[in-house]
């Protein structure tokens, strides 16, 4: 019977992220359609460039990390050991240097 507890407990927490997440895409794909762009400020970016660095999305579960090459508008490439990505500001939550 406890093991019944843990398991319902678990689908509560798991629907009600999946919730937030759900209002998190509605809110930009609403924001999009009234013409309402959020720029991530290039400026703070410049300070990262050439650094090692982990970026979250808000998309993702895995954070991207590598070496920032390049900020142009609101993209960043980003170099890891084997790849290139360029990245969408709009999608970024979160930039730390890693060590």
């Given at each position: 019977m406890a093991i019944e507890g843990y398991?319902?407990?678990f689908l509560v927490i798991i629907?009600?992220?999946m919730q937030g997440?759900?209002?998190?895409m509605l809110n930009i794909i609403k924001r999009k359609r009234n013409g309402v762009k959020r720029k991530m400020p290039?400026?703070?970016l410049r300070e990262f460039i050439g650094k090692n660095c982990i970026i979250s999305l808000f998309n993702?579960?895995?954070a991207v990390q590598g070496k920032i090459v390049a900020v142009e508008?609101?993209?960043i490439k980003v170099e890891a050991k084997k790849k290139i990505?360029?990245?969408n500001g709009d999608?970024?939550?979160?930039i730390s240097m890693a060590k």
């Open positions: 398991w319902i407990a629907l009600a992220l997440r759900r209002k998190l290039t400026e703070l993702s579960v895995v508008e609101n993209w990505s360029v990245i999608m970024i939550t979160d």
